[in-house]
């Protein structure tokens, strides 16, 4: 059984920045590619990045690719989103998934889910 823990959010000033946390324990083929999405109310879920946690490539959507970049401490099991430069357009759940490969930003790709973390841009 896998497990991911998001935490992190907050609310932050358009502009700033933001780190959220995600834990990972559990089998750890399961949990090979750790994905990042995004829900704002009313919108559909957006894949954000992902990371495949053994080769150490990421890909990160266009529409954060510069702004946001995810990464890992493998010594402490969790993949961080650094959430820089944010904009009115980003407020939303942040959700923390994790699968396995090949990894992408499908949700049907994703077995394990996190609770998510709010955060909140104001203008």
């Known amino acids: 059984q896998v497990q991911v823990v998001e935490s992190g959010g907050g609310s932050v000033q358009a502009g700033g920045s933001l780190r959220l946390s995600c834990a990972a324990s559990?089998?750890?083929?399961?949990?090979?590619?750790v994905a990042w999405f995004r829900q704002a109310p009313g919108k559909e879920r957006e894949g954000v990045a992902v990371?495949?946690?053994?080769?150490?490539?990421?890909y990160h959507a266009a529409s954060v690719k510069g702004r946001f970049t995810i990464s890992q401490d493998n010594a402490k099991n969790t993949i961080y989103l650094l959430l820089n430069s944010l904009k009115p357009e980003d407020p939303a759940m942040y959700y923390c998934?994790?699968?396995?490969?090949?990894?992408?930003?499908?949700?049907?790709?994703?077995?394990?889910w996190g609770q998510g973390t709010q955060v909140t841009v104001s203008s």
């Open positions: 998934s994790a699968g396995n490969s090949p990894c992408n930003l499908l949700p049907t790709n994703s077995n394990y």
């Open positions: 559990g089998d750890i083929y399961s949990r090979r590619c």
């Open positions: 990371m495949d946690t053994v080769t150490g490539g990421t």
